[in-house]
């Protein structure tokens, strides 16, 4: 507006002229208006989308917080339906929470560790555990295996069923890898193509397990009992496992039909091409190339 006075008190401007500069004034005066007022309402959208935001957060940690204390309250019932209720529900929450994924995961190997605990190596009729796993132990053991085990990448922690009790458990297909399976009982468990890239077996008892297409990349067999009485290892991969017993690697690729490789798409290949021939003289780890080299190396890691 004061372009606008000194034009008034300036000599020569013309009447136009100044409607002109006054009608511009008043135009950017409006536009500062609007944006002043645009600027409000964009600012109150944002704080309102912001609370609306944390307010619901809040209600839905209130919420898993509520149903995370509600199963666990379900796992300790003495009825079994009421405990696999609870086992369901922290699979649930911990699909739906991400922050709680380790926790439920710590919860769950916690109570295997506490009510399969490994006792002696006699085999009993009257022993329940001869059996296999009882019903809750076992669904725990499926949750465990089908976890989504991206969301552990990158950190320090693992899976521990350490001096466990799972003969004839069902982990078939079951994500252990880099698992702490220490001086676990797994005569007769079926292990079908589990994957125990890393994990430690150490005087894990092996005896009857089935291994078939079981992938052992890394893993720490030191010590493992009964290796030469599990039952199947058919298409397994042994590539790189350390510390296992004289000869393991060379006995699992010549007589038991195991292949030795580090590629996942070489040891893919090697499965679809091999799936029908016996293991023992022609097996499909004796024919691939360079198994010799893999298990000379391998064997010799004490």
Request: net charge neutral.
């Amino acid at each position: 507006m004061w372009q606008v006075r000194s034009l008034r008190r300036s000599r020569g401007t013309t009447v136009h002229q100044l409607f002109r500069a006054e009608n511009e004034a008043r135009r950017t005066i409006a536009q500062i208006i609007v944006c002043a007022v645009l600027f409000v309402g964009l600012y109150s959208t944002w704080k309102h989308v912001t609370t609306t935001q944390q307010t619901l957060e809040a209600t839905r940690d209130s919420q898993i917080t509520e149903r995370f204390t509600r199963a666990i309250e379900q796992l300790g019932d003495e009825r079994l339906e009421v405990r696999l209720g609870g086992i369901y529900a922290l699979e649930r929450i911990a699909r739906d929470s991400e922050k709680d994924h380790w926790t439920i995961v710590e919860v769950l190997s916690a109570f295997v560790r506490e009510n399969a605990q490994r006792q002696g190596d006699k085999e009993s009729t009257d022993d329940p555990a001869s059996k296999g796993p009882r019903a809750d132990i076992q669904a725990i053991l499926t949750v465990l295996g089908r976890r989504v085990v991206a969301r552990e990448e990158g950190q320090y922690f693992h899976l521990n069923l350490s001096t466990t009790d799972l003969r004839r458990a069902d982990l078939q297909t079951a994500h252990l890898e880099g698992a702490v399976l220490t001086n676990v009982n797994l005569r007769e468990a079926t292990l079908y193509q589990a994957n125990l890239q890393g994990a430690l077996l150490a005087k894990a008892d092996l005896k009857g397990a089935f291994l078939i297409g079981a992938d052992l990349r890394r893993a720490n067999l030191s010590d493992i009992q009964n290796w030469k009485d599990i039952e199947n290892m058919r298409l397994a991969n042994v590539y790189g496992v350390t510390n296992p017993p004289a000869g393991f690697v060379s006995w699992a690729v010549n007589e038991k039909g195991a292949f030795c490789v580090e590629s996942e798409e070489q040891w893919m290949e090697l499965r679809t091409k091999y799936p029908a021939i016996p293991y023992a003289a022609n097996s499909p780890g004796r024919l691939q190339p360079g198994a010799e080299l893999c298990f000379n190396e391998a064997d010799s890691v004490q």
